[in-house]
């Protein structure tokens, strides 16, 4: 009879905790308190995390592009497998000035430069295949954004405490669950289910965003979904185009967009050499360059598959 008691207990506790997790994700599109502009890789990784890196790191040279401290520069060499193609586009970076930057831009740019001025996707394809310490150091830069973040209050500190309570809860419905079966009760199978959403959800608010981060979370999926419908306005200024690519556009949904605005240097780079797949051959040089991966990207994907273990083995 406690058993039952308990079981069902359970599963009211993991109702509870489901509608609390859901609550947790909920927040307002507009921004009132947050008045400052994110960086772009900033906004990268909030929206995305480390699964669109490769944009991270593109929006993060173009936004050092944009504010003079470095140069990009597209040049053409001859392919050194003529059975795929003949030719091959690359880059090539210039560093001009390493002053006025954010923690994560000079962690940036001392592992994609080291002690160089001038470094190329064809050089940095080689130490990304030969390399693993280039590959880690771009994981650590990761950290730094996610301190940059952490430093803006947009993870939530509080949460933690409430965090463990739920996860201690979810254990313990667990074990209710396995002591009834072994009571021979099946109402054991309710409680270990139970257990599960419980348990993740714990998780998840343990590793929360603010308020503030919610909205702007929820903000960046918003204008996200109005580009990919075709409502976002025209004419956008160079810091709205480049947060476009930040929330990971495709050329598919990024190309109207800027048809309509204003051309900038940075954002050509990206728009006016493309693939055969419609994909753009910065976004290629980025993958190949930044992280040995050699899948060109297509008018409506970015390929980033097995991109998160090989910046962390």
């Known amino acids: 009879m406690i058993l039952n008691i308990l079981n069902f207990l359970a599963l009211i506790a993991a109702i509870y905790i489901i509608k609390l997790g859901s609550d947790y994700n909920k927040g307002g599109i507009h921004i009132q308190s947050f008045d400052k502009r994110l960086h772009p890789a900033e906004i990268n990784y909030l929206h995305k995390d480390i699964n669109y890196l490769n944009r991270g790191i593109l929006v993060t040279l173009l936004e050092l592009k944009r504010r003079g401290k470095i140069e990009i520069e597209k040049y053409t060499r001859e392919s050194r497998n003529k059975t795929l193609e003949d030719y091959v586009i690359e880059y090539r970076f210039t560093l001009l000035d390493n002053t006025d930057l954010k923690d994560h831009e000079e962690v940036f740019l001392k592992n994609v430069f080291e002690n160089k001025d001038t470094i190329t996707t064809d050089e940095l394809t080689k130490r990304s295949i030969n390399d693993s310490k280039f590959l880690s150091a771009q994981g650590d830069w990761s950290n730094y954004l996610d301190s940059a973040l952490s430093h803006q209050n947009l993870y939530e500190e509080t949460t933690k405490g409430l965090s463990n309570r739920i996860k201690v809860l979810g254990l313990v419905v667990g074990i209710i669950g396995?002591?009834?079966?072994?009571?021979?009760?099946?109402?054991?199978?309710?409680?270990?289910?139970?257990?599960?959403?419980?348990?993740?959800?714990?998780?998840?608010?343990?590793?929360?965003?603010?308020?503030?981060?919610?909205?702007?979370?929820?903000?960046?999926?918003?204008?996200?979904?109005?580009?990919?419908?075709?409502?976002?306005?025209?004419?956008?200024?160079?810091?709205?185009?480049?947060?476009?690519?930040?929330?990971?556009?495709?050329?598919?949904?990024?190309?109207?967009?800027?048809?309509?605005?204003?051309?900038?240097?940075?954002?050509?780079?990206?728009?006016?050499?493309?693939?055969?797949?419609?994909?753009?051959?910065?976004?290629?040089?980025?993958?190949?360059?930044?992280?040995?991966?050699?899948?060109?990207?297509?008018?409506d994907t970015l390929d980033t598959n097995r991109i998160d273990y090989r910046l962390f083995k």
Do not use: C, W
């Open 178 to 299: 396995v002591i009834s079966l072994v009571k021979h009760n099946p109402l054991g199978f309710l409680s270990i289910i139970a257990a599960l959403p419980i348990f993740l959800i714990g998780i998840n608010i343990g590793m929360e965003k603010s308020k503030e981060g919610r909205a702007l979370l929820n903000h960046f999926t918003h204008l996200e979904e109005m580009a990919k419908k075709g409502n976002i306005k025209h004419n956008l200024k160079e810091e709205d185009l480049l947060e476009l690519l930040a929330l990971s556009l495709t050329m598919k949904y990024f190309l109207p967009i800027y048809e309509n605005s204003q051309n900038f240097d940075t954002i050509d780079l990206v728009t006016n050499s493309l693939n055969e797949y419609g994909g753009s051959h910065l976004d290629d040089a980025i993958l190949r360059g930044f992280m040995g991966f050699t899948a060109k990207t297509r008018d």
